[in-house]
């Protein structure tokens, strides 16, 4: 088994911070109260809701989404790099 080297190391343990950092600031960001109001009437009888295309997402939980996404890309390089560098089990 060869051991893997120190920049691979490094690489793999920046991605996984990253991924578990971005998910908590996603996680922590979605907890926050909105600070524009939320009511829960009950729709009049005569109205139909159809939901528009706009979400509304704290800037904290894009960025959080963005540094999870960027760990992952991370992630996947580097297991990528470390099994194109496997040797061979002769046969």
Known sequence: ???MSGTVLVALILSGVLVVGGALLVVV???APAS???FAYQPLPDSVFVPG???VLAQTAVV???VTGGGLIGLGG??????????RVAE
């Open 1 to 3: 088994m060869q051991r």
């Open 29 to 31: 960001s979605s907890q």
């Open 36 to 38: 524009f109001g939320w």
């Open 53 to 55: 295309s706009f979400v």
């Open 64 to 66: 959080g989404a963005a």
């Open 78 to 87: 580097v297991v990528g790099f470390a099994l194109g560098r496997r040797s």
